[in-house]
């Protein structure tokens, strides 16, 4: 019997430790995320951005392969040429001599020609063409850096929504928790006082109703968590099945651009703001097409030299001694006539091109301008929201703390404790709202300005 027990007291001894090991493996399991750390995960696993890298790379070889267009090109060559008819090269007689008609007719060169040796051209002028290619293709990698700045700002103002939507989520779980905590405490109130017979019937059932009622909001809101929770470990890149834990003060932000008018914001974002400059880019790339479609019809002028070593031979028995070293340079001048008025259209297309970026230039300006006021005016109304609903926060809760105390002495109504709960659930509810507002909206305006970076968080 004995023996017995000191197995029960090991096995259950064995298994505590099971389990407080299990627990300690889940604890260290969760990941703690601060704002920050969130950040530079989006920044480093977002696809987006990581695309966006890539087009800026690959920007960066198209203008270097248009810069070369401005170097000699060296290349080897060789060929070899069968003649089927060779020339005939005729020499007249004198007709004193040989009388009239007299000739020589003699076949010249070869069967087999084989020749080999090094070519270089030289571009000297392409009626510009070529300064302008290179001009469009920096261009080109400028609008690339500037939409990787773009989808950068994109990324962080998405991970912070996400992450404030998380801590939202939270303190709207706190919210609703107290509220059933305040119900609870009610209910064991009122169940005393009923059973001291100082309370009614119709006030106990009205209590266990208010009790069951706040309950469910607690189950949503706990859902609502897990869902931001989820949305978030998208936008990282997470593991669905990594537990982690959002650390951050839920309040309202510091740095913001409430307090700079909107003129001056209008006019920093047609300075900043990344999807202007690309559209400003875009125009001057328009205007380079129109250059570039020009130089067609201008003459270009071109070097070539070559050095190379040629063999005639009727067979193929070709030896070193064969081969007869020649050289040559020039200068090639073309100039184009006629090409099917191929040139013509594409002239008139990128003067087409251009006039429809400048439309879009223009209409982009008013839709930076209307977004920027809008999200203005949001973050000066969810300012005034904070500012009021602070103050209600706190006077719900006193009106609460009240309540109770002259319920408790007879003094109030079970509806008025009833409203007072209530009352503190909603200002709860909408200062925490509105903070989530305001600081998104800030980060929504930077954003729209273009100064959204990291740094500014902190």
Same mark, same amino acid.
């Given at each position: 019997?004995?023996?017995?027990?000191?197995?029960?007291?090991?096995?259950?001894?064995?298994?505590?430790?099971?389990?407080? %090991?299990?627990?300690?493996?889940?604890?260290?399991?969760? *990941?703690? &995320?601060?704002?920050e750390q969130a950040m530079q995960k989006a920044l480093v696993h977002n696809p987006a951005l990581r695309?966006?890298?890539?087009?800026?790379?690959?920007?960066?070889?198209?203008?270097?392969?248009?810069?070369?267009?401005?170097?000699?090109?060296?290349?080897? %060559?060789?060929?070899?040429?069968?003649?089927?008819?060779?020339?005939?090269?005729?020499?007249?007689?004198?007709?004193?001599?040989?009388?009239?008609?007299?000739?020589?007719?003699?076949?010249?060169?070869?069967?087999?020609?084989?020749?080999?040796?090094?070519?270089?051209?030289?571009?000297?002028?392409?009626?510009?063409?070529?300064?302008?290619?290179?001009?469009?293709?920096?261009?080109?990698?400028? @609008?690339?850096?500037?939409?990787?700045?773009?989808?950068?700002?994109?990324? @962080?103002?998405?991970?912070?929504?996400?992450?404030?939507?998380?801590?939202?989520?939270?303190?709207?779980? *706190?919210?609703?928790?107290?509220?059933?905590?305040?119900?609870?405490?009610?209910?064991?109130?009122?169940?005393?006082?009923?059973?001291?017979?100082?309370?009614?019937?119709?006030?106990?059932?009205?209590? *266990?109703?208010?009790?069951?009622?706040?309950?469910?909001?607690?189950?949503?809101?706990?859902?609502? &968590?897990?869902?931001?929770?989820?949305?978030?470990?998208?936008?990282?890149?997470?593991?669905?099945?990594?537990?982690?834990?959002?650390?951050?003060?839920? *309040?309202?932000?510091?740095?913001?651009?409430?307090?700079?008018?909107?003129?001056?914001?209008?006019?920093?974002?047609?300075?900043?703001?990344?999807? +202007?400059? $690309?559209?400003?880019?875009?125009?001057?790339?328009?205007?380079?097409?129109?250059? &570039?479609?020009?130089?067609?019809?201008?003459?270009?002028?071109?070097?070539?030299?070559?050095?190379?070593?040629?063999?005639?031979?009727?067979?193929?028995?070709?030896?070193?001694?064969?081969?007869?070293?020649?050289?040559?340079?020039?200068?090639? @001048?073309?100039?184009?006539? /006629?090409?099917?008025?191929?040139?013509?259209?594409?002239?008139?297309?990128?003067?087409?091109?251009?006039?429809?970026?400048?439309?879009?230039?223009?209409?982009?300006?008013?839709?930076?301008?209307?977004?920027?006021?809008?999200?203005?005016?949001?973050?000066?109304?969810?300012?005034?929201?904070?500012?009021?609903?602070?103050?209600?926060?706190?006077?719900?809760?006193?009106?609460?703390?009240?309540?109770?105390?002259? +319920?408790?002495?007879?003094?109030?109504?079970?509806?008025?404790?009833?409203?007072?709960?209530?009352?503190?659930?909603?200002?709860?509810?909408? +200062?925490?709202?509105?903070?989530?507002? /305001?600081?998104?909206?800030?980060?929504?305006?930077?954003?729209?300005?273009?100064?959204?970076?990291?740094?500014? $968080?902190?």
């Open positions: 019997m004995k023996h017995r027990k000191l197995q029960f007291i090991f096995g259950m001894t064995a298994l505590l430790c099971i389990m407080v %090991a299990a627990g300690s493996e889940a604890v260290h399991a969760q *990941e703690s &995320l601060t704002l695309s966006a890298e890539q087009s800026v790379e690959q920007a960066g070889h198209s203008l270097s392969a248009a810069r070369a267009r401005m170097y000699p090109s060296v290349s080897l %060559a060789g060929s070899y040429q069968r003649t089927f008819d060779r020339p005939e090269f005729v020499i007249p007689l004198p007709a004193a001599f040989f009388g009239p008609n007299a000739e020589i007719r003699t076949e010249t060169g070869a069967e087999h020609t084989f020749a080999g040796g090094m070519v270089l051209e030289q571009p000297l002028y392409a009626g510009g063409a070529i300064s302008t290619g290179i001009g469009m293709a920096a261009d080109g990698l400028k @609008i690339a850096r500037h939409a990787l700045s773009a989808v950068r700002q994109q990324t @962080i103002e998405g991970v912070y929504s996400a992450f404030y939507g998380v801590l939202l989520a939270q303190n709207l779980t *706190e919210v609703a928790a107290t509220a059933v905590e305040n119900a609870r405490v009610n209910l064991d109130q009122v169940e005393r006082r009923y059973k001291e017979g100082a309370a009614s019937r119709f006030e106990r059932l009205r209590a *266990e109703v208010q009790f069951a009622a706040v309950k469910p909001n607690l189950t949503e809101a706990r859902n609502r &968590l897990a869902t931001a929770v989820e949305h978030l470990k998208d936008l990282l890149g997470m593991d669905k099945g990594k537990a982690i834990q959002v650390i951050g003060a839920f *309040e309202p932000r510091s740095h913001t651009l409430l307090h700079t008018d909107v003129v001056s914001l209008i006019a920093k974002a047609y300075l900043e703001r990344p999807e +202007y400059q $690309m559209q400003q880019l875009q125009k001057d790339i328009g205007l380079k097409k129109i250059r &570039l479609t020009r130089a067609e019809f201008l003459p270009t002028v071109a070097l070539s030299s070559a050095l190379q070593w040629q063999a005639l031979r009727d067979d193929f028995s070709v030896g070193s001694g064969d081969f007869n070293r020649t050289s040559y340079a020039g200068v090639a @001048i073309r100039l184009p006539l /006629f090409s099917g008025f191929g040139s013509k259209a594409r002239y008139g297309e990128a003067q087409a091109e251009l006039r429809k970026t400048q439309i879009q230039e223009a209409n982009l300006k008013n839709v930076i301008a209307t977004e920027i006021r809008a999200l203005h005016n949001e973050l000066m109304q969810a300012h005034e929201i904070i500012q009021s609903q602070r103050e209600v926060t706190e006077q719900a809760k006193e009106g609460l703390r009240l309540a109770n105390l002259l +319920y408790e002495e007879g003094a109030a109504t079970l509806l008025e404790v009833i409203d007072a709960q209530l009352a503190v659930t909603q200002a709860g509810t909408s +200062y925490s709202r509105a903070i989530y507002n /305001f600081n998104t909206a800030s980060i929504k305006l930077e954003r729209a300005v273009g100064t959204l970076n990291i740094e500014s $968080m902190r």
